[in-house]
């Protein structure tokens, strides 16, 4: 017999346990037994014997991450710690707050849809890792961001798509809704693939005097790393304005990026929106103004 190992566990959580993850575990025991069921208190010494023939070069204990807790319906203010999309896939109906460090495993084959945006706290980060699909959607007819705030949203693998929504068509005398923006706040792309439209402008009606079209809302709206993975930002375009208006003009196309972008690696594609038009027959009328251009 050969006593290896013997701790004593710290901290003022109970429930501790211990496992042995080798070849040769049958001939290995932990001391006392509930270590391995059920856990040990703080203060309690736990030792683990070897009772085999092979010879034992090293041993590691080795502190396993925390497991992820799986999301759910109710599950809409996400604090910080490790969350995973279940089995199945799940789709929110309300919108999503997040505060503090998060990590967002997007199981395999799995996709989290969420309809009403996200929101990222001042000073929050969310990760996303994994290899399933993440699709969070704009509310239609509202300037807010898809995804709001000022946190951080890093993305390592999976695939995650944000779209901005559409702003409401205009009516006599009245401007389309503007478009709203897909993402707010800092980026960072080391691997996976994100994909991030504005939401587009409004359009007026025809026969119209003094209507403008909405703007195109933006890809991204603050600064953006990409060190890895693909991006491929493309701004909302600008509302039109119908046949024979007076005094009106289209709506402004959306910047892919309203903010600073560095390429360090991966695969980057910027599109600004498209401006919008006027119709014909229209006086004293002009096209949106283009948005900004990147290299």
């Given at each position: ?115 009403k945006g996200i929101s990222l706290a001042e000073g929050a980060t969310l990760t ?168």
């Amino acid at each position: 017999m050969l006593v290896l190992l013997a701790a004593v566990v710290t901290g003022a959580m109970a429930q501790t346990t211990y496992k042995v993850s080798v070849k040769d575990a049958t001939n290995w025991t932990i001391a006392p037994a509930e270590a391995t069921t059920t856990g040990v208190a703080a203060g309690t010494t736990v030792t683990a014997t070897y009772n085999g023939t092979k010879k034992v070069k090293s041993v590691k204990a080795v502190k396993k991450a925390a497991a992820s807790t799986p999301l759910d319906n109710t599950t809409t203010a996400w604090t910080a710690g490790s969350y995973a999309v279940p089995a199945g896939g799940l789709t929110y109906s309300d919108a999503i707050t997040v505060s503090g460090d998060v990590t967002l495993t997007l199981t395999d084959g799995e996709t989290l849809t969420l309809n009403k945006g996200i929101s990222l706290a001042e000073g929050a980060t969310l990760t996303v890792q994994g290899n399933g699909t993440m699709n969070i959607n704009g509310t239609n007819e509202s300037t807010a961001s898809t995804v709001a705030g000022s946190g951080t949203l890093v993305l390592t693998s999976g695939t995650l798509t944000a779209t901005g929504g559409n702003g409401g068509n205009g009516a006599f005398e009245s401007h389309g809704g503007n478009g709203g923006d897909a993402i707010n706040g800092s980026v960072i792309v080391s691997g996976g693939t994100l994909t991030a439209t504005g939401g587009n402008g409004g359009n007026t009606d025809y026969g119209d005097y003094d209507s403008h079209g909405g703007n195109g809302g933006d890809a991204i709206n603050g600064s953006v790393i990409v060190s890895g993975g693909t991006l491929t930002a493309t701004g909302g375009n600008g509302g039109s304005v119908g046949d024979y208006n007076t005094s009106c003009s289209g709506g402004k196309g959306g910047d892919a990026i309203s903010g600073t972008l560095t390429i360090n690696g991966g695969s980057t594609s910027v599109n600004d929106g498209s401006n919008g038009s006027i119709g014909s027959g229209c006086d004293f009328s002009t096209a949106g103004t283009g948005g900004k251009g990147h290299n």
